[in-house]
């Protein structure tokens, strides 16, 4: 029996893959849903602003033919793509009037290694200018606006992947992150996002072999979706040289081994950012809750203190190689903040970036250490809920005035540089009934360790299934 479209909406990713292999549904029911529901929400969301499904439903009919066993990890699960990666033959803009009009001739590593895995893309979702700036919103489609308040931002750069996962019009989604584009998103909405470790996923370079700083990665509304989406994008690839081989266990069965840390930490600034105390105190309230687990609950961080001179350094150093020919050819297109960080990368000296690269090894250093200690790392994913959708970037927290549109993102961007995978996940609400994310940290390449951790604290505090909701005015 298919169900009825509100049940499907509702169905968790790793059911509706079940039921797929067991032909109870058939992918082309999904996509029905998803454009029916797109149809309902989007228009106010402005999540998924590009759909193929003339293109989904051709690659359902290809892969119905298959045996259900040949169908891959996602055996027909539709999934949208961040506009900044390239899907053949669909409009990929990276939000950017440069690119509104571009449709590329081939996809990503990434998109042909999910697709090999039985996902079917069906949309592109919204993101900033070149993923600019943790606010979805560009001059080709406009603002996404998040589904708990259509008054607020939905963050970014994943903003529209994360927004369509808390409407309703996608079961999982594809992210990337560098600063926290995929954890900052989830904790604005209400979902996960897992930024893996760099080389987790393959993905096609591009300026730059070894760009680390920004990592393909999976989003879902729950732990174990956001693990079965992880495995559908795992695996080496010659075309990726930083690309990692496909571990032996499944990161869902990670995810659902019941497998937990013995001992966490717990820090509500990272000691390196002020932080909204509401949001400091639901984050810690969540933190606490691990104990009930007989988890030991510490309050430590690691020295970051170097976190943000090497990272904006490092970020913009990335700006100049990657679109020096943008400013130089397109400067009247792009938006204030792009021509700040690619006019900042283009004066740094060598010495500022042998520094910088100095800084991430301490750094990266420092973490494994702290490690020794403890298995986990929680802080806020975000230091408030969601803003106003006009505010371009948050200005000041708890007093404290930001020097730029990228400081009140280090919370995330000083886990970026030490290399170390990271979760955001869902861990309460403000009195204003916003989302707030716990971002969970683990060692390097330690994801499986990080996801059964995740999944034993969601237990824990009892929030999953509050998405996806009827956008809110």
């Known amino acids: 029996m298919v169900g009825s479209h509100q049940e499907l909406l509702q169905a968790t990713a790793c059911d509706l893959v079940r039921r797929l292999r067991d032909n109870e549904l058939r992918p082309h029911d999904l996509l029905d849903v998803l454009e029916t529901r797109i149809a309902q929400v989007d228009g106010k969301v402005n999540a998924l602003p590009t759909l193929c499904f003339d293109r989904a439903r051709s690659a359902a009919d290809a892969l119905v033919r298959r045996p259900a066993a040949e169908r891959g990890v996602l055996a027909g699960l539709p999934v949208p793509i961040k506009d900044l990666t390239a899907v053949a033959g669909v409009l990929t803009t990276q939000?950017?009037?440069?690119?509104?009009?571009?449709?590329?001739?081939?996809?990503?590593?990434?998109?042909?290694?999910?697709?090999?895995?039985?996902?079917?893309?069906?949309?592109?979702?919204?993101?900033?200018?070149?993923?600019?700036?943790?606010?979805?919103?560009?001059?080709?489609?406009?603002?996404?606006?998040?589904?708990?308040?259509?008054?607020?931002?939905?963050a970014g750069s994943s903003g529209g992947a994360a927004a369509a996962l808390a409407s309703g019009t996608a079961w999982v989604a594809h992210g990337s992150d560098m600063g926290g584009s995929l954890r900052n998103p989830a904790s604005f909405c209400g979902v996960v996002g897992l930024r893996p470790s760099v080389g987790r996923v393959a993905h096609t370079p591009e300026f730059k072999i070894d760009r680390s700083l920004s990592v393909q990665g999976p989003m879902a509304r729950n732990v174990e979706d956001c693990a079965l989406l992880l495995d559908a994008m795992v695996g080496e690839s010659a075309a990726d040289p930083l690309s990692l081989l496909t571990p032996p266990t499944s990161f869902l069965a990670a995810a659902r081994s019941g497998r937990k840390p013995r001992k966490v930490a717990y820090s509500p600034d990272l000691g390196i950012t002020p932080v909204d105390p509401e949001v400091a105190a639901i984050t810690r309230k969540a933190a606490e809750a691990f104990a009930k687990a007989g988890v030991i609950v510490e309050e430590a961080h690691p020295d970051l203190r170097e976190a943000h001179d090497c990272f904006q350094t490092l970020r913009a150093f990335d700006f100049a190689v990657t679109k020096a020919e943008l400013l130089r050819e397109h400067s009247d297109l792009l938006k204030p903040e792009v021509i700040w960080n690619i006019e900042k990368g283009l004066a740094l000296s060598v010495e500022e970036i042998a520094k910088a690269e100095?800084?991430?090894?301490?750094?990266?250093?420092?973490?494994?250490?702290?490690?020794?200690?403890?298995?986990?790392?929680?802080?806020?994913?975000?230091?408030?809920?969601?803003?106003?959708?006009?505010?371009?970037?948050?200005?000041?927290?708890?007093?404290?005035?930001?020097?730029?549109?990228?400081?009140?993102?280090?919370?995330?961007?000083?886990?970026?540089?030490?290399?170390?995978?990271?979760?955001?996940?869902?861990?309460?609400?403000?009195?204003?009934?916003?989302?707030?994310?716990?971002?969970?940290?683990?060692?390097?390449?330690?994801?499986?360790?990080?996801?059964?951790?995740?999944?034993?604290?969601?237990?824990?505090?009892?929030?999953?299934?509050?998405?996806?909701?009827?956008?809110?005015?």
């Open 95 to 154: 939000g950017s009037p440069i690119f509104r009009d571009h449709v590329p001739q081939t996809s990503d590593i990434l998109v042909e290694r999910l697709e090999t895995s039985g996902g079917l893309v069906y949309a592109k979702s919204n993101t900033p200018e070149f993923g600019a700036g943790a606010n979805t919103f560009n001059e080709v489609f406009g603002a996404t606006r998040n589904p708990w308040n259509l008054a607020r931002s939905a």
């Open 358 to 473: 100095a800084q991430r090894l301490a750094l990266a250093s420092r973490m494994l250490a702290f490690f020794t200690d403890y298995d986990l790392l929680l802080a806020p994913a975000t230091i408030v809920a969601a803003f106003p959708v006009e505010q371009r970037y948050l200005a000041e927290c708890a007093g404290h005035r930001f020097d730029n549109y990228v400081e009140w993102l280090a919370i995330v961007y000083a886990i970026t540089v030490t290399c170390c995978p990271a979760l955001s996940l869902p861990c309460g609400f403000t009195a204003e009934g916003l989302p707030v994310g716990l971002q969970i940290v683990a060692p390097p390449r330690a994801e499986a360790g990080l996801l059964a951790g995740a999944r034993v604290l969601e237990d824990i505090l009892g929030l999953r299934g509050s998405t996806p909701i009827e956008p809110r005015g």
